[in-house]
């Protein structure tokens, strides 16, 4: 089974602008969340979408928003970029049923100049 | 009371020692509980995970010691090896399927 894949893996961008990143699930798994990873605030939740629903959210402004498509892969959209956006992040599926382990596909690091 | 608080920040230890990793909690709704670890340049891998009705989970040189009492449980790497050096995180899942993780644990494994 393939696994977790993460489109682009780099991105530079410039403050004011906005971006979107992709993920694609594990083939059947149809929970996707979002995270952010830095080096001072470590993993950071963002949101999951479970069946084109956001069904749990983190604590981050609205300039960061998901989606998630009827074939389970979602986008995630971070607009009006700032400096401190700049961070490494990860998308993990999760299947259905009470083990719901998560995996991580490789991530995408974002610089904002 | 979302919080996990993992320790130490760093660990060195040599090649063939115990590498011993701690994470505590204070939501009883806790319901799972996952360890990754990550490579540089990676995403974060899981390496093994216990349920709270479980006291120890043990898979190859890894273990899982689970403390309901106590709120904690700890990663135990028997034999450690240069190649296990890299940053575990701990997590616990809510009951609605979020993850919260821990801060992460730099370990290096001397040769």
């Known amino acids: 089974k393939a696994g977790v894949t993460q489109t682009p893996r780099y991105l530079i961008k410039t403050r004011g602008q906005q971006v979107t990143l992709s993920c694609s699930p594990i083939?059947?798994?149809?929970?996707v969340s979002w995270y952010q990873q830095t080096p001072g605030q470590g993993l950071q939740f963002l949101f999951e979408?479970?069946?084109?629903?956001?069904?749990n959210k983190g604590n981050f402004p609205g300039r960061f928003s998901g989606r998630q498509f009827s074939n389970s892969r979602s986008e995630m959209n971070v607009s009006t970029l700032e400096l401190g956006d700049s961070a490494l992040y990860l998308c993990?599926?999760?299947?259905?049923?009470?083990?719901?382990?998560?995996?991580f596909g490789p991530g995408t690091r974002l610089t904002v100049l | 009371q979302q919080q996990v608080k993992q320790s130490p920040q760093s660990l060195i230890v040599q090649k063939g020692g115990i590498s011993i990793i701690n994470c505590a909690y204070e939501?009883?709704?806790?319901?799972?509980f996952p360890w990754y670890q990550q490579f540089p340049g990676k995403g974060p891998a899981l390496l093994i995970a216990i349920r709270p009705d479980v006291s120890e989970k043990k898979e190859g040189r890894f273990t899982i010691s689970f403390n309901k009492s106590a709120k904690q449980f700890s990663l135990h790497i028997m034999d450690s090896q240069p190649g296990d050096s890299a940053t575990y995180f701990c997590a616990a899942r809510t009951g609605t399927y979020k993850y919260i993780f821990g801060t992460g644990t730099r370990l290096k494994v001397l040769a």
């Open positions: 979408y479970f069946s084109e629903t956001q069904r």
């Open positions: 993990a599926s999760s299947s259905t049923g009470p083990y719901n382990e998560q995996f």
């Open positions: 939501n009883t709704a806790f319901d799972y």
């Open positions: 083939s059947g798994h149809r929970s």
